[in-house]
């Protein structure tokens, strides 16, 4: 399921977040035939307010209009929704950024990704700015089919468990498609209590795309907690041991990347607010119940790695430290600046992860993230290159980035030449281009991709970066 958000791409990393089910980490397919009649479709809907209501411990403040979706109108409606909110050019400028980060695949394009991979899985999606929920109806029996039939090496076997527990238990469906409307009237219900709009504003001010994930995570854990309850409740009502479906509340990234085919990228950026968001408003909920999550609304969580390491918020809270963007237009005479971004522990983590296929690296060296901010720049002839301020938990964080940095740039350029390698300060060339590196204390500088004769001038001006510690 889509929920689409108002939000200016320069501070958003991804533009609107899948719905992922929860049984089983699978994602349901749009259905070809109507399961129930649009007047039933719509009864249902209200029918579902109380119970998003009770399970969500808040109570709507106005109505929710509701609009019903033929499956052919999904489309036009997702293109319209992101062609007013993205430019193209700003797409362009990302696109470029994750490509030359090894984030994406040369010659691929974010939004072209998104939008493919949006229109597939769309059931449904809450729009906060038109504060409308658009509907449409899903099979769960197709999805059963389709997405468990190409799991496993026995032929047939999503065939076999969509009939057999259609079979068994014919009201499986109307319960898990009743899950995805609360799910949906969850996401109306804290827009209503905590304007997810003026609190996104407030994000874009402090021009963060990591805090701006943390708080899309926020919103979608605190849909799918509260569909999993309703879930749980329900099958066991109709006698269905709900424990059977242990994997149904599984918040593993690998397995449920395991079930779907994207680029691991945009994977990543799909599953990681569903589930770690889940997981982290679990440690509200079981402390607090719904006081304890409306708690964590009143005060969001302000970066990625709070929302991946719970304790960093509920423990001993960990703010990020903060670095203003590098200016190089004075020293790269015509070149223009063009993406800024922060890309906070999860992004930075997948910078090594897929670039060099191994995940221990990757954790390990994101652990100890602090902040960061990166700019893209581009010369009139359109060689792209960007400078990149990270800052983290200590000097040991430092050095491990640092050194892992060096291997990364072995991996994505091979062939260069390392000048003045030392401890903290390293250079690589090739074909006239330079990156260069150098670690102090515990922040780290990073030119990539600058014309060799200007390396050393970049450097200079990327320590002019005002670096603020917390």
């Known amino acids: 399921m889509t929920r689409l958000i108002n939000i200016n791409y320069r501070h958003s990393l991804l533009y609107a977040i899948l719905f992922i089910l929860p049984l089983l980490m699978l994602v349901p397919t749009k259905s070809t035939a109507q399961n129930s009649k649009d007047a039933d479709l719509l009864a249902q809907v209200e029918s579902l307010k109380a119970d998003a209501e009770r399970y969500r411990g ?37 696109t470029d950024l994750y490509i030359m980060l090894g984030l994406m695949p040369r010659g691929s ?14 059931a449904g999606l809450y729009d906060p700015k038109a504060k409308t929920f658009y509907v449409v109806d899903i099979n769960i029996a197709d999805m059963y089919s389709s997405v468990l039939g190409g799991l496993g090496d026995v032929p047939g076997v999503g065939s076999l468990v969509s009939g057999f527990v259609n079979g068994l238990f014919p009201g499986i469906n109307d319960i898990f ?38 708080y899309q995570s926020l919103l979608e854990g605190s849909a799918t907690l509260a569909m999993n309850r309703y ?17 149904n509340m599984s918040t593993d990234v690998s397995f449920a990347e395991s079930l779907i085919d994207y680029e691991p990228f945009m994977e990543r950026l799909m599953l990681v607010p569903y589930l770690k968001g889940t997981e982290f408003l679990q440690v509200a909920y079981n402390s607090g119940g719904t006081d304890g999550i409306n708690e964590v609304f009143s005060d969001p969580p302000a970066s990625m790695e709070q929302i991946l390491h719970p304790e960093e918020y509920y423990m001993s809270r960990d703010i990020p430290s903060h670095a203003d963007p590098v200016e190089l237009a004075g020293v790269l005479q015509g070149w223009r600046s063009e993406a800024d971004d922060n890309l906070g522990e999860l992004i930075t983590g997948m910078v090594f992860e897929l670039n060099t296929g191994d995940q221990d690296l990757a954790n390990r060296i994101s652990a100890g993230w602090d902040y960061d901010t990166i700019t893209t720049w581009r010369s009139p002839e359109g060689i792209l290159a960007f400078s990149w301020i990270t800052v983290w938990d200590t000097e040991k964080d430092a050095t491990e980035f640092f050194d892992g940095y060096k291997q990364l740039l072995d991996v994505r350029y091979p062939g260069g030449t390392w000048h003045d390698s030392a401890a ?12 260069i590196l150098e670690r102090q204390g515990r922040v780290v500088a990073i030119i990539e991709g600058v014309p060799e004769n200007k390396a050393e001038a970049c450097l200079a001006k990327a320590w002019e970066s005002h670096v603020q510690f917390n």
């Open 58 to 94: 808040l109570n709507f403040l106005y109505d929710v209009p509701v609009e019903l979706l033929d499956p052919s109108e999904v489309s036009p409606l997702i293109a319209r929704l992101i062609s007013d909110e993205i430019p193209e050019d700003q797409d362009r400028k990302y």
């Open 109 to 122: 394009d974010f939004l072209d990704s998104y939008q493919s991979m949006t229109e597939e899985q769309v």
């Open 177 to 214: 498609g009743k899950a995805i409307i609360l799910h949906e009237l969850v996401h109306a219900l804290d827009d209503q209590n905590y304007d997810i709009e003026s609190a996104l504003d407030e994000i874009r001010e402090d021009n963060s795309d990591d805090t701006q994930l943390a």
């Open 231 to 247: 879930q749980l409740d329900a099958l066991n009502e109709v006698g269905l041991d709900s424990e059977m479906l242990g994997a």
């Open 424 to 435: 903290n300060r390293a250079k690589y060339t090739g074909l006239g281009l330079a990156s």
